[in-house]
């Protein structure tokens, strides 16, 4: 009972006394019901509120059955995250033609009035089936596409994540003329840093670094990703250059104590800042993400030696 109260479903049909049934039925099994008088009804119904199961007729006014199993599948494809909806057909119609009709409209089943409890029940409980292993396989795949976003070695995103991110920011930063700012987080001397050290020690290094910025950023409104083998890049919505500057300063602070041990003794890196940023300005094109990436390397490149930081405000 409890399983089936997690499934809502829809009925519709204009013979109030096939409703009844069905929606009886229904009921007794512990599903939430919702009942509507015809297609058009159903369909308005739907759009407001997800149903796991929608039990249709062929022939209702205003809008057919048919047109409903359209309409729900256009639906879902503009909607996939709200999950499959499974739809059985009930008519008085019998030919495998009208089958066959049901079928590439749409529906999952198709079942002849008049209705017979038993196989409807049996019907319903195959549909129960076929949507929790839906929403196991959807699981899955949420899980799988959220993996393939982190960064392995450090936890933190990847650049798959922040090449799919940051062009999002920039639509928003421009709709809403609000300030963006993106950090790119390099160090001085890293390929000496490895050779002298070892890889060991300089994937320790990386990882300190991760931990240290996840920690460090506004939790759910900054991002950090490793940008590529020796780079971080930390996107900072609602942030001007001057504010991300002060940013990196204190970011400096607690970078340059990051120790790394190797053998007998400990060791250091040297972070370097490049940050670029602009106000979002609606009447503008959007800057390309290479673009916006290109000056914050260069920013990174002009670093100043002395506070290690270098910073583009974009016009």
């Known amino acids: 009972m409890d399983g089936q109260a997690k499934h809502s479903v829809l009925v519709a049909d204009d013979n109030i ?3 009844n049934i069905v929606v009886d039925m229904l009921k007794t099994m512990g599903f939430e019901v919702c009942e509507a008088e015809d297609g058009a009804q ?12 929608v039990v249709t007729d062929w022939v209702m006014p205003r809008m057919t059955g048919l047109e409903l199993c359209q309409a729900i599948r256009a639906d879902s494809s503009a909607r996939p995250h709200l999950g499959y909806t499974y739809i059985i057909m009930l008519t008085s119609q019998d030919s495998k033609n009208d089958t066959i009709t049901a079928l590439d409209a749409g529906a999952d089943e198709y079942l002849t009035k008049p209705v017979h409890k038993p196989e409807l ?7 129960m089936r076929i949507i929790e292993l ?5 699981a899955h795949l949420q899980q799988v596409y959220a993996a393939s976003l982190v960064d ?9 994540f922040m090449e799919e991110r940051l062009p ?3 639509k928003r930063t421009n709709r809403y003329q609000r300030p963006l700012s993106v950090m790119l987080i390099g160090f001085n001397g890293i390929d000496k840093f490895r050779k002298d050290n070892g890889i060991f020690a300089t994937e320790k290094l990386l990882q300190a670094t991760a931990a240290l910025l996840k ?6 409104v900054d991002w950090v990703a490793r940008w590529n083998e020796y780079h971080f890049l930390v996107l900072l919505p609602e942030t001007e250059v001057n504010d991300a500057c002060t940013v990196a300063k204190r970011l400096k602070v607690r970078m340059n104590q990051i120790a790394i041990e190797v053998k007998d003794t400990t060791v250091k ?6 940050i670029v940023g602009f106000v979002g300005d609606k009447t503008k094109k959007d800057i390309p993400l290479e673009r916006l990436l290109e000056f914050a390397q260069q920013a990174l490149e002009k670093a100043d030696p002395a506070t290690q930081i270098g910073g583009i405000k974009l016009g």
């Open 17 to 19: 006394l096939i409703r």
């Open 42 to 53: 159903a369909l308005e119904a739907y759009q407001s509120k997800r149903f796991h199961i």
């Open 121 to 127: 029940q049996a019907r319903i409980r195959t549909a």
């Open 134 to 138: 839906e929403a196991i396989r959807e």
């Open 152 to 160: 392995v070695l450090t936890g933190v995103h990847n650049r798959k």
């Open 168 to 170: 999002l920011e920039i």
């Open 215 to 220: 920690e460090s950023v506004r939790q759910e």
């Open 269 to 274: 890196a040297s972070p370097l800042y490049g």
